[in-house]
């Protein structure tokens, strides 16, 4: 407390303040967030591919040295082919649906997401006994 220097809250402008945003335009806001979701998206496919890393580590599968070597791992690629054209659906339909100031979606409009191929890949547990 002795030492620290308190800076007085701002109500925006170039400073930084926390009220900034408040004087930002609406292009900036969203090119903003823009790139946080693409960092983020980037991040997300880093922190899966080092979980299934070291998922096939402690099960002793050989995919842990095809990852390392920059292959493509098959939980990552069946996530990217599968899952995430899925997501971006349903993203686009959100933009468009806030574009438009519509909510919810059209009456004939659905969305669904197959998971059976994640209920047949998945091995319940016990059944890999070495």
């Keep these: 407390m002795g ?21 930002k ?11 946080d979701l693409q960092q983020m998206r980037a991040c997300a496919d880093c922190e899966l591919e080092h979980l299934v ?6 099960a002793g599968h050989a995919g842990a ?17 599968w899952i995430q054209p899925k997501i971006m659906e349903l993203q686009r339909q959100y933009s468009l649906m806030v574009h438009e100031g519509g909510w919810p979606p059209k009456a004939g409009a659905s969305l669904r ?3 059976s191929g994640l209920r047949q890949s998945a091995t319940p547990c016990g059944s890999q006994r070495h």
């Design 113 to 115: 997401i197959d998971i």
């Design 65 to 81: 040295t095809a990852a390392a070597g920059g292959l493509p791992i098959a939980e990552v690629e069946f996530v990217r082919k």
């Design 3 to 23: 030492g620290e220097k308190l800076l007085p809250i701002s109500g925006g402008g170039a400073d930084g303040g926390a009220f900034a945003f408040i004087s």
């Design 25 to 35: 335009g609406w292009r900036e806001v969203w090119d903003s967030a823009s790139a």
């Design 53 to 58: 890393v070291s998922a096939s580590v402690l």
